[in-house]
Each structure stands twice: as C-alpha cells, then as structure tokens.
C-alpha cells in the first residue's frame, strides 16, 4: 500500500470513524454494590422515537387546556416555548456527556461525579419519585379516559388491566421498553400531525357552522389572562408536558451503539418542541377560546376535558374526538412505560454507589433491574386510591412532586455539562477527545441554567400570588412548589450523613478517565477538517439539527 493511500485510509480513521481510546474504561465512579449487567437491546430508530414522542401524553393533550384557560394563548405558547429552548439546551449537554460517559444512571451520576454528591444524591431521588408517584396518576388516567366511551365501569378495572399491561412489558426488559414505545410514539406523532390538518380546516370554516374563525380569539377574549400571574402558571404544566425527554440520556447504558444514536436523538428534540407542541398549541389557541368554562376542569387525568377533543367536538365531527381520545388513553399508557423506565434505572444506579438500599442493586440475567420494577409496580398500586371519594385529590399533591421537579433535574444536567467542561480544560484535555460537542458548548448550558432558574422563579410567584388578587395560602403554594422542600431536606440529609461539607468536587478531583469513552485524536486529522467559514454556516447549522 502506498504511502498516500496509507494517509488516507488513517485520515478516514480519525475524522470518520473516531475509535474509543483504547486505555479507557467502563468501571464507573463510585460503585459499591455492582450486580448483573444492564442488556444494551435500544436500537437507534428506540431512540429517536423516545426522544420525538415518548413523553406526549397527558401534560400536551389534557393539561394544555388549564395553561389555555389560566394564561390565553400566547403565554400558552411563549410559556412552553420557553421550557422548550431550555430543555434543547438541556439535551445537547446531556448527548455530550451520554456519549463520553455511557454510564448507568447518566444524569445522577453526572451530577454526583461533576457537581456534588449531596446534590446528586438530591437529585437522584427527586426524580425517582417523581416518576413513582407519576404512574399511579397515569393508571387513573387511563382509566377515566375509558369513561369516555363506558361511564358504567368502574376505574378500578382499567387500573388493574393497564397494570397488568405494564408488568408483562417488564417481562421484556429494555428491548420491550423500546419497542413499545417506538410503537405508541409513531401513533402519537400521527396523531398531532393529523390535529395540525384539521385544525388549520376548522380555522378556516372547512368543518362545523363558525365560519372562517382566523385570529378570532386573540383579540376577544385576548392573547393573554390574568396578566404575569397567569403567564407563570404555565410553566409547572409544560415543564410535566416535556417531563420524559431526558429519559434518551438515561437510556445511554443500554444503547447498543450510543456513540451514534443518543446526537441524532437530542437533535429529534428541536422538532418535537416546533412541531408537536409550539404549532399544535398555535393551532389549538385559534380555535378554542381561552375563556371557555369546560377548560376549568381540563387539568390532572379528566381527558373528558381534554382542549383537543374539545375543539373537534365543537367542529361537529362526529367520530373524531372518540378516535382522539383513544390516542390520549395510549399516550397515558406510553408515559406509564416510561414511568418504569426511569425510575427501575435511577434507583438501581444510586444502589450501585450506596445512596440507595443494596438490594435495589440486583439486575437479572435478563438484564432488568428486578427489585426496582416490583417497587414501581407496587406504586402503581396507588391508582387504586384514585377510585376512593376524594381520591384525585390525593394525586394533586403526589403530582407536586414531578412538575417543578423536572426543573431541578434539568437545570443540574446544565451545571454538571458546566462543571466538566470546566474540569476538561483544568485537567489540560483536548476538546478533540469528546465525540459528540454541543454546538453551542459551555454557552448553551449557561442558557439552559438561567432558564431553569427564571421557571424556577416564575412557578414560585405563582404558587404565592396564582391570580391577580390571589393573597398567599400555604396549600396553594405547596401543591406546586412541594419539590423545593423535599430537595433541600435530601440535600442536606446526606450532607449530615456523609459528613462532607464542601460545596463542589474539586475540578482537579473529578476523575474523568473512569467509564469514560473519549477519541484516539490524531493531528494529522486536523489537515481535513471542516473549517469554519461563512460560507458554510448553513450547512453547519443543517448538520446540528438533522
């Protein structure tokens, strides 16, 4: 072989195909109780899937209807909007360090081995429970969807057949997880692609006795309710509509190649916020007024309510909103999946380095983390209470947990990207090493952190002031904001417990070789790679989003 030919085929090497660094290893940070190995069965089509529609579920289709009512149509968009660029710039950070560090537990162990360990034990926790206390709720929702069409039955049979559903997908490990969802997302997708048609239909006067409708209802009743109040109060609702996309970064250790899937998963996200939400919800504000008094009731599992069905059923169409409403009992029953998902993951990872119980450690030889799942299962358990007189409101204060939750979570993927680009430049590495960069690098993540901290701010005004001439009630403030006490205590709890003080790891403390996936570099690579010009800023900026 010649020696060009030799350049060539080595040049082809280092910029193409970019092999792990040899010396690099899969031992993580910090286990203490290592079990069976996780099954790496999630293909690259689980993936995006998971990342386009794996959390559509309720928080779009009936929890859009209180934000409408509680805010117009305008804070309805720029509110999710808003949540919608913070968690682009969330899951950029997140495919950087899931493809460096394909480790189980991702986010916590990101935030335990770049930030803190009392936060990321917080963290951890937090949202272990609130996917826990999440699938209870989404039982009861499947289950009253089904009084749309059976008002006679009683929810606590559909709790018991969805349950039963549930645990015969565990039966399947991961590969199951992914496959239904693969499939229950690909309905969900048609589904808001075919409400975008109709409604651009409806809007226009091609269906029902309204006529040609336009921008009607952003002049009476108007754009905005209720003035910043109502503006804030729409963002503990989308933060639950977008709670699930993060679970592509968790999924990193069981990816078969996350080298690959996990960038072209974080880059579905950019379509999932323009398409499925921001137009939807354009599309759903244009022809359903935000003063309309069924709305009141559009919140928690009450699909019956839900501001789709709503609008077709105001179109007159006969068939449709029972076919929409099927659509939203499998929307329910995809976030139920995921339920289970991620939080079996999460606590056995925190397990693993003993911030959980040993036992929850245990992973089959079917690569399921056992005692996990019977844990989740048990919670599901909880739809039962749903059934009892005044059982939803039960779910109201469960569903505290998880809203403002995401927010926490989210917000700390940021600040441990931060933390490690910070560690990888003290430490002396090359930027070269990291296979997968953030287009916007440390920059984005400061954005992503900043929004967090703005939602954070916003939802706390409203859980004090939710209406204009609202004054303060401790139940009120607590229904939304009852997050913030349970991290805090978590937080402090294993700052007693550990007995360690210092507010952050060290940057020249954190170990960033272990379980670490990082890139043979080769100067002579450089000589071909692309250049940054103004010429090719289109094509560069096509290549971060497809």
């Not at 968009?77 to 899931?98: D, K, N, P, R």
């Not at 996917?131 to 969807?145: D, H, K, Q, R, S």
């Amino acid at each position: 072989m010649s020696d060009t030919t030799e350049k060539q085929v080595k040049d082809e090497a280092a910029v193409n195909s970019q092999p792990y660094q040899t010396k690099s290893h899969d031992e993580e940070v910090g286990i203490v109780n290592k079990s069976g190995q996780l099954h790496t069965d999630l293909k690259g089509r689980h993936m995006q899937m998971i990342a386009i529609g794996g959390a559509i579920g309720a928080g779009l289709f009936i929890g859009s209807g209180s934000a409408l009512y509680k805010g117009g149509p305008a804070a309805l968009i720029i509110g999710y909007f808003i949540v919608g660029i913070m968690l682009l710039f969330t899951m950029q950070a997140l495919a950087e360090l899931a493809v460096l560090y394909p480790v189980n537990g991702a986010f916590y162990t990101y935030v335990v081995r770049f930030v803190d360990p009392s936060w990321g034990f917080a963290m951890g926790w937090d949202y272990a429970i609130a996917w826990l206390t999440v699938l209870p709720f989404e039982l009861i929702a499947a289950g009253i969807t089904i009084e749309f069409w059976r008002p006679d039955l009683n929810v606590a049979i559909w709790v018991t057949v969805f349950l039963v559903i549930l645990t015969l997908i565990q039966v399947f490990g991961v590969r199951g997880y992914g496959e239904v969802e693969f499939i229950l997302s690909m309905i969900k997708i048609a589904a808001c692609t075919g409400f975008i048609i109709l409604g651009i239909v409806i809007n226009c006067g091609g269906v029902g006795n309204r006529g040609y409708i336009g921008g009607k209802y952003w002049y009476e009743p108007g754009a905005f309710k209720n003035g910043f109040n109502g503006f804030a109060g729409v963002f503990v609702v989308a933060a639950f509509a977008f709670g699930g996309t993060e679970l592509v970064g968790l999924a990193a250790a069981e990816s078969s190649n996350p080298r690959q899937a996990i960038p072209k998963a974080s880059k579905q996200v950019f379509f999932r916020i323009a398409f499925f939400y921001i137009i939807n919800l354009l599309i759903l504000g244009l022809i359903l007024p935000s003063d309309d008094a069924r709305l009141k009731n559009s919140s928690g599992a009450n699909s019956s309510y839900s501001p789709f069905v709503l609008a077709i059923q105001d179109a007159g169409i006969a068939v449709l909103p029972s076919i929409f409403n099927a659509v939203i009992t499998i929307s329910v029953i995809s976030v139920a999946n995921s339920c289970t998902f991620g939080s079996t993951r999460t606590m056995q990872a925190m397990a693993e380095r003993g911030m959980a119980p040993k036992f929850l450690a245990y992973v089959d030889k079917a690569g399921r983390p056992l005692w996990c799942v019977v844990i989740q299962l048990a919670f599901g358990l909880l739809g039962y209470i749903g059934v009892a007189a005044n059982g939803l409101d039960v779910f109201t204060w469960l569903l505290s947990l998880s809203g403002l939750s995401y927010f926490f979570v989210w917000g700390s993927c940021c600040l441990a990207h931060i933390r490690f680009r910070l560690a990888w430049n003290a430490q002396g590495r090359d930027l070269r090493e990291i296979p997968y960069r953030t287009p916007l690098g440390i920059w984005g993540s400061a954005i992503g952190l900043f929004l967090n901290a703005l939602c954070l701010i916003a939802t706390f005004y409203n859980a004090l002031y939710p209406s204009p001439n609202a004054t303060p009630d401790a139940a009120d403030f607590f229904e939304q904001y009852l997050a913030a006490p349970i991290v805090i205590a978590l937080y402090l709890g294993w700052k007693v417990y550990s007995g360690d003080w210092r507010m952050w790891v060290k940057l020249n403390d954190i170990d960033l070789m272990a379980g670490a996936r990082p890139l043979e570099i080769d100067d002579d690579a450089e000589e071909i790679m692309e250049k940054k010009t103004w010429k090719n800023l289109p094509m560069r900026i096509f290549r971060a989003l497809f």
